[in-house]
């Protein structure tokens, strides 16, 4: 499968997942909400430049906005993920490092410990933001710190057993 239907399916499914699994989920929903469609802009390959990522961050957020009736809390909290991701994937991979002989970020292309810190990285961003814009109505700061620990944890357990349960072949930008 070439790489434009694999992430057109990848943005597809990431949605769908998200808003009629993950959403649904009671006895978290009411502190915690799994949030795992972010994955989406992390998977997307070395060579998508940085406004690219973000409009496409822009759009992926905006349809799931769409989904759940935010008007572009989610739209945002991608933005910023797809923005700062090339500065996270630049201190954790040198450019004479071997992962940047692969397409994508992944544990076989960075190593388990530089892709779980990519992940946390970006997990963290990502909630803070969505539940700091949450945030601005109810005004409970210890509501604040505990939510963004609390669905960061969760988000990142997500990602990391989705990891281990799709397994990408990685395959070297030489061999394309």
């Known amino acids: ?42 998977w997307l390959p070395f060579k998508v430049s940085r406004p690219a990522l973000t409009f496409i961050g822009f759009i992926f957020g905006l349809s799931l906005d769409y989904f759940t009736k935010t008007p572009g809390l989610h739209a945002a909290a991608c933005c910023l993920v797809a923005y700062i991701r090339p500065f996270v994937i630049n201190i954790l991979i040198s450019k004479e490092d071997s992962g940047y002989n692969y397409t994508s ?21 990502h909630n803070f933001w969505l539940v700091f814009l949450e945030w601005l109505q109810l005004r409970n700061f210890l509501y604040l710190v505990g939510k963004i620990i609390a669905t960061t944890g969760v988000s990142f357990l997500l990602i990391m057993i989705t990891e281990g349960l799709f397994f990408r072949k990685q395959k070297f930008k030489t061999n394309i």
């Open 105 to 125: 970020p992944a544990p076989s292309s960075m190593g388990w410990s530089q892709y779980m810190v990519y992940v946390f990285v970006l997990s963290l961003a």
């Open 1 to 42: 499968m070439g790489e434009l239907p694999k992430n057109i399916f990848r943005f597809i499914s990431f949605i769908l997942v998200q808003v009629f699994i993950l959403n649904k989920i009671p006895p978290l929903h009411q502190f915690v909400t799994p949030y795992l469609y972010f994955l989406f802009i992390l």
